[in-house]
């Protein structure tokens, strides 16, 4: 499997790919396909969903790799399909939810009791995020994307994004410390 180490690296894919060598679209495929996998796992509950999702998405990029004029990256730019893929089937009814927080998970060990709760208390609290909270959270704090980016993806402000963030960790830092009260 081909990792994509620098833009130059992506850069140079892009140019193959353009230049005909459809065996160059695999690099871009295998640097990009586990992280946009991991972010739309936060928003279907469905491992097929999931997959199904991702593989749309490729294929919208791979026929769109004309149009792209590289002002982002296309991991960006990938991650914006999909979040319009995912707006689509939103306005289609399809959406699926986030979690199913009713199931335990089976393979838990009983000493990992703590943590699952923990988890679950989190996932129930991002269950209550709406769409774009949940995104910019997940693509800042865990892809690590810049506000810039995040804030091309999803059509807002660069200072939109960071409020949303800072709006976003406010509410689940009063959600957690509530709960924790309660407990």
């Not at 495929?29 to 796992?41: E, G, M, S």
């Not at 097929?48 to 004029?69: C, M, N, W």
């Not at 335990?104 to 703590?114: K, L, P, V, Y």
Request: charged share 30%.
């Amino acid at each position: 499997m081909d990792i994509l180490k620098t833009d130059d690296d992506e850069s140079a894919a892009l140019v193959k790919i353009r230049a005909g060598d459809s065996t160059a679209y695999k690099t871009l495929y295998d640097a990009n396909v586990v992280p946009l996998y991991r972010f739309l796992k936060q928003f279907r509950k469905s491992d097929s969903d999931v997959h199904e999702l991702v593989q749309r998405t490729f294929i919208k990029a791979y026929e769109g790799l004309p149009a792209f004029s590289g002002r982002s990256t296309f991991k960006t730019w990938l991650f914006q399909i999909a979040l319009n893929e995912m707006r689509s089937d939103l306005r289609r009814g399809s959406i699926i939810p986030f979690v199913d927080t009713d199931r335990a998970d089976e393979s838990a060990d009983s000493n990992d009791g703590e943590m699952l709760a923990w988890n679950l208390t989190l996932r129930r609290l991002f269950e209550q995020l709406d769409e774009t909270k949940r995104a910019v959270f997940i693509l800042y704090e865990v892809e690590g994307y810049s506000h810039a980016e995040i804030a091309e993806m999803l059509n807002v402000g660069e200072s939109t994004s960071r409020t949303i963030l800072a709006r976003t960790k406010q509410w689940l830092r009063s959600q957690l410390n509530e709960k924790t009260r309660i407990l």
